[in-house]
């Protein structure tokens, strides 16, 4: 494999503090080191990468919360698709939800998950064990057996554990793994049959109300379960002030608990579901312009843990449907970074705090060793320029499925390139 070296890049690494212009040099695969702006030294052979002092070399994005269609989905997205989305935004490992058919409730499947990511050369996948034997919320999964095969942690993807005893049994069972539970906070009960975040806008639309409330009432019953059980407990995109201020102040009491939320939630608010817009149709649904202020005020401060992209491929049939019977879920591989990346142009976080949103600190919750430029790890690299403007177009997003909530949004900051262990796996020899 040619060495590769880049040079004027804006070498940003969150991990370790790191935002200064230099030079990063890849060989046999791994990072090799770091120096500075014309440094004396180029490998024999190596191909040179000129960042013309504008463009940002990060570690390649972690993504902690993916969905796929395969195994038995594949209509929607493959993992092949999936992975050529993921590195056109950047994104060199995922993690992916275990709510296939079948499920990943057994160890041969998340086997086969990882062989698959790396059959694709492009990509690094981390499985989700199921919680639950089929994501059914009631018997539960081989937690042993799985994290030996290489599980990641556990989750009943889109479904939340509803039963309270059944939790504390989980939380109690992967505690002795030291595993991590990772929970949807919608209680079910209350979102049954809904589709939109109850108030005046789903009234007004006609549309079935699932109340803001239902987020908090599951994270306030699981965070006193995780208490009880000493167990760690990870809740995935959350949406609210409430929910947030509710993990917040668990944190602050020692509470083992850790959270993500998506772009839509910082990025958008329920009034672009008006023209009763299917791809908008989320779950958790989008929420009121109070709570999205709550989201992003939350990234600042460091509530949040990771921003994930919350990739839910759907096919066009499951979006072409009255908005209350259509599927939920929202492609987002391909816009991960620059929806975040709108947060630092807005000045609510840094540029080094959204990318550590997007790479180490995803990594330290799931226990990865991906997210950094550290010398002697792999070379899963993103090269991007901030400043580049584009706009969504659905039907132009890279894979199989497109119903982006982004369609239409004029975006700030584009992937020029990708690369996995070394190798180029996105982007042109020129960036």
Excluded at 32 to 48: N, W
Excluded at 58 to 73: A, H, K
């Amino acid at each position: 494999m040619k060495p590769v070296l880049f040079e004027n890049v804006r070498l940003i690494d969150p991990a370790n503090a790191l935002d200064r212009p230099g030079r990063l040099l890849v060989k046999d695969g791994v990072i090799a080191g770091t120096d500075l702006p014309q440094a004396e030294g180029v490998p024999e052979g190596a191909e040179i990468v000129d960042g013309g002092g504008q463009l940002v070399l990060c570690p390649g994005l972690v993504d902690m919360r993916v969905t796929i269609g395969e195994p038995g989905y594949e209509y929607r997205e493959t993992v092949l698709s999936a992975a050529k989305a993921a590195v056109a935004g950047g994104i060199t490992t995922i993690a992916v939800l275990p709510n296939t058919s079948p499920t990943i409730d057994n160890p041969a499947l998340a086997r086969l998950l990882r062989a698959r990511g790396e059959e694709t050369g492009m990509i690094d996948i981390l499985p989700y064990g199921a919680l639950t034997r089929e994501c059914a919320g009631k018997e539960m999964a081989e937690i042993g057996l799985l994290a030996e095969a290489g599980a990641i942690a556990f989750t009943d993807g889109p479904h939340a554990i509803a039963d309270s005893r059944t939790m504390r049994q989980m939380l109690t069972y992967a505690r002795g793994f030291d595993a991590l539970i990772v929970q949807h906070p919608e209680d079910p009960s209350l979102a049954r049959g809904g589709c939109a975040t109850d108030g005046e806008l789903a009234t007004r639309l006609g549309l079935p109300g699932i109340p803001a409330a239902a987020e908090a009432i599951l994270i306030a019953r699981d965070l006193r379960l995780a208490r009880m059980t000493g167990g760690r407990l990870h809740f995935g995109h959350v949406s609210t002030a409430e929910g947030l201020d509710l993990i917040r102040a668990a944190r602050a009491d020692g509470i083992r608990v850790t959270c993500d939320t998506a772009p839509p939630y910082f990025d958008l608010n329920e009034t672009v579901i008006g023209d009763f817009r299917t791809y908008a149709k989320l779950s958790p649904p989008l929420r009121t312009e109070a709570d999205r202020q709550a989201v992003c005020a939350a990234l600042a401060d460091g509530t949040i843990d990771a921003v994930a992209s919350d990739h839910m491929p759907c096919d066009a049939d499951d979006k072409r449907q009255p908005f209350a019977v259509a599927a939920a879920g929202g492609t987002g591989l391909y816009t991960l970074l620059a929806v975040t990346m709108a947060q630092v142009h807005s000045g609510t976080i840094s540029m080094m705090d959204a990318l550590g949103l997007l790479t180490h600190r995803p990594a330290g919750v799931l226990r990865s060793g991906a997210g950094t430029l550290v010398a002697g790890r792999p070379a899963d690299l993103c090269l991007f320029n901030p400043d580049t403007g584009w706009i969504v177009r659905a039907g132009e997003v890279p894979g199989k499925a497109q119903n982006t909530p982004f369609d239409g949004r004029a975006l700030e900051g584009r992937v020029l390139g990708t690369w996995k262990n070394g190798r180029r796996v996105f982007g042109t020899t020129a960036a």
